[in-house]
């Protein structure tokens, strides 16, 4: 059955790369959520005032993965303990978040952290923030499939494409053309 998770863990270029490549992970859409603006756009977003997270939409086949799965990597390809940063990118618009759409992706949310907490997998404590999803706005049309479209962009080559390759490398068995 298909079911839909929202993600925010820094910009949506690296991130997007990253769960479109997980076996079933049926689509991945950049865009904005948790803000007050209707509408907003690139330019307001990165303004830093509309309260929007850089997120993605993540729509999933749960026979195949599940939203526990999904964290899994959310936790594993991010920093859930610096506040409002990820790498040089640094503002609300890229802060760590859960965007629940429901009860039960809450619950599981929450003691995914506890169980973090207690492993003491991270040096610092977990900042990420769960919040109830409300709208989510798609990126405009360039953002959608950043990489695939724009790997040779500086950004990507010293940024996204080695975030890419560190995750293929460590969730190798979960990738939808596994490398043999």
Excluded at 40 to 63: F, M, R, W
């Amino acid at each position: 059955m298909e079911k839909i998770a929202t993600l925010g863990n820094g910009c949506f270029w690296c991130t997007e790369a990253v769960f479109m490549r997980l076996n079933g992970v049926i689509k991945v859409t950049s865009g904005y959520s948790g803000g007050h603006m209707e509408n907003p756009d690139y330019k307001s977003v990165c303004g830093g005032n509309t309260g929007h997270a850089e997120c993605l939409q993540i729509i999933y086949d749960d026979n195949q993965i599940q939203f526990e799965n999904l964290l899994e990597v959310f936790w594993g390809t991010h920093d859930p303990t610096t506040l409002n940063r990820q790498g040089g990118d640094i503002g609300t618009q890229y802060r760590s978040v859960i965007f629940y759409h429901d009860q039960e992706q809450k619950v599981i949310a929450e003691s995914y952290i506890q169980q973090l907490t207690e492993a003491k997998t991270f040096k610092d404590t977990i900042v990420t923030t769960l919040e109830p999803f409300t709208l989510f706005y798609p990126a405009e049309d360039y953002h959608q499939n950043y990489l695939a479209l724009n790997g040779s962009n500086p950004y990507c080559q010293l940024v996204v494409k080695p975030k890419v390759e560190k995750f293929e490398m460590k969730y190798a068995d979960r990738l939808k053309n596994k490398k043999s």
